[in-house]
């Protein structure tokens, strides 16, 4: 089976829907997850950089790209809930962005 982001997402939005219906409730749950799925992957990062030493290291690099994965599917799914045009919105934000890139000047580190 072959899955990419958007019809994924719908899918995952329409059995969410069904299920927990759609109450201001359930939309800022679908909201809360994606900070949740953000915590995750910070965890992973403090687990891969071993940062914390009672615990030492406990993940690597694959697993924090892992659970970014789960932050852009949880945003994906949210975003559903805030737009009927998921796709477009973010490829709005996208064109901003990378204008920005093209008008701002990088400093030198």
């Not at 809360?32 to 914390?52: D, P």
């Not at 892992?66 to 045009?85: K, M, P, R």
């Not at 796709?87 to 008008?103: D, M, Q, Y």
Request: proline share 6%; charged share 15%; with cysteine.
């Amino acid at each position: 089976m072959s899955a990419s982001l958007w019809p994924l997402a719908a899918r995952i939005t329409a059995t969410l829907d069904a299920t927990n219906g759609t109450s201001p409730h359930e939309i800022a749950m679908r909201l809360l997850k994606v900070g949740e799925e953000a915590g995750e992957a910070s965890a992973a990062y403090i687990g891969a950089t071993g940062q914390n030493p009672r615990k030492g290291v406990t993940h690597n690099h694959h697993d924090v790209a892992d659970e970014l994965c789960d932050v852009i599917i949880a945003a994906a799914v949210a975003l559903h809930s805030f737009t009927s045009a998921p796709p477009a919105v973010l490829e709005a934000k996208l064109h901003v962005a990378a204008s920005r890139l093209n008008t701002e000047q990088v400093s030198p580190r």
